[in-house]
C-alpha cells in the first residue's frame, strides 16, 4: 500500500539544540503540509510545501517531490515546540497523514 | 479570520442516542473535511465537500452521515455509534479541494 514513513518516532532534545525530521512518501505526492498537534489536540499548520523551500522564524522546511521526501528543520529548539509533528499528502486523491515524529524539548 | 471552530469541544454519548457535531468556517473556503483520529494515531480521512458536494468518502460506516448547509458550514451525524468510535473528529476546510488545509480543535468523543 501507500506509505508515507515519518522519521525518527520519538525524539527528545534540550532546549537549545537543532534538529531534522523526515517525510518519505512511497509514491508521488502532492499538496504536502507539515503540522505540528499541540497537547490539547489542536493540528496546527506549520507549512504549506508542495516543493522548494520555506522559513518561518526559527522552522524551516524543504520538499523535494521529485525524490519524495520533505524535511522539517526545527533550530534553536523550545519547551513549547513539544508535540507531534505530521507531514500530510495528497497521494492518488487521498490525503495521507504520516506516523508523526513526537518531539520532547527539555528545559 | 483564519479560524475553523468546531462544537462541541466534548461529547459523551450513549450507543443509542444521536448527536451531531458542527464545524463552521468564515475563510470563504470551498473545500471542508472531517478527519477521524484515535489516541496517538495520525488522523484519517473521512469525507471530502467540495463547493457543497460530498466529492469523498472514505468507506465510512453509515452511522456517520456528513451534511454539508451551506458554504460555511459542515455538521456529522451521529447514530448508533459503537464504543469503538471513541475518538478526536477533527473538522479542517481550504480554499479548494486538496489546497492548504486548516484544522478545528476538535470533538473529544466518547461512547458509552
Known amino acids: 500500500g501507500i506509505q508515507v514513513e515519518q522519521s525518527p518516532p520519538d525524539l527528545i532534545l534540550q532546549e537549545g539544540a537543532n534538529s531534522t525530521l523526515r517525510c518519505n512518501f512511497s509514491?508521488?505526492?502532492?499538496?504536502l503540509q507539515w503540522f505540528h498537534q499541540n497537547p490539547w489536540g489542536q493540528l496546527i499548520n506549520l507549512f504549506y510545501?508542495?516543493?522548494g523551500t520555506k522559513q518561518n522564524g526559527r522552522l524551516s522546511a524543504t520538499t523535494v517531490a521529485t525524490e519524495r521526501y520533505s524535511l522539517l528543520y526545527i533550530s534553536s529548539s523550545q519547551t513549547t515546540d513539544s508535540g507531534v509533528y505530521f507531514c500530510?499528502?495528497?497521494?492518488?486523491?487521498?490525503?495521507?497523514f504520516g506516523a508523526g515524529t513526537r518531539l520532547t524539548v527539555k528545559p | 479570520d483564519t479560524e475553523v471552530t468546531q462544537t462541541p469541544k466534548h461529547l459523551v454519548m450513549g450507543m443509542t442516542n444521536k448527536k451531531s457535531l458542527k464545524c463552521e468556517q468564515h475563510?470563504?473556503?470551498?473545500?471542508m473535511y472531517w478527519y477521524k483520529q484515535k489516541a496517538k494515531k495520525p488522523p484519517e480521512l473521512m469525507f471530502v465537500?467540495?463547493?457543497?458536494?460530498?466529492?469523498i468518502n472514505e468507506s465510512v460506516p453509515s452511522r456517520f452521515s456528513p451534511e454539508c448547509p451551506n458554504s460555511s458550514l459542515l455538521n456529522l451525524h451521529l447514530h448508533a455509534l459503537q464504543p469503538e468510535d471513541s475518538a478526536l473528529y477533527l473538522c479542517?476546510?481550504?480554499?479548494?479541494?486538496?489546497?492548504?488545509?486548516?484544522f478545528g480543535p476538535g470533538t473529544r468523543l466518547t461512547v458509552t
Open positions: 500530510a499528502g495528497v497521494i492518488n486523491n487521498d490525503m495521507r
Open positions: 479542517a476546510s481550504s480554499p479548494g479541494r486538496w489546497y492548504e488545509q486548516y
Open positions: 509514491d508521488s505526492v502532492n499538496n
Open positions: 465537500y467540495s463547493y457543497e458536494k460530498l466529492s
Open positions: 475563510m470563504g473556503h470551498r473545500a
Open positions: 510545501i508542495p516543493s
